[in-house]
């Protein structure tokens, strides 16, 4: 699991290069933030999490649980996922407004359109809301209570 990158990876680049072709300028990862945000946004107060669908737990076609210590990977990933929502309620407590962008949104067969996502992202960032999700053939915003 070292050679498991945290950064930089594929999507979160993607996201990345799609946001900044539409004018926006960020910070990547920064350390005094919780969850230490793949994408952040000073100007909106926004940031950007880019989650995999299998280490975030996604319910998509995506994620499959490994056949092999099975409890090991439930207790690990279970895990991720009860971090995860404690970093965006910490963030959203901080005055930070969080988009999460799940793996599937931009792979495999249910991804969104490249074009139309990208409009929805910087739309976001630049309206308000203080959570939203896009994943695999549906955004769904959610106020994280």
Known sequence: MSGIKGKNTKPERQIARMLHASGLRYRLHRKDLPAKPDLVFPKYRAVVLVHGCFWHWHDCHLFKMPQTRTEFWRTKISSNKVRDKQQIEQLIDDGWRVMVVWE??????????????????????????????FQGSKTCTNSQD
């Open 104 to 133: 599937c949104a931009i792979k495999g067969k249910a991804r969104l359109d490249e074009s139309a996502l990208a409009e929805a992202m910087v739309d976001w960032i630049k309206r308000g809301d203080k959570y939203v999700e």
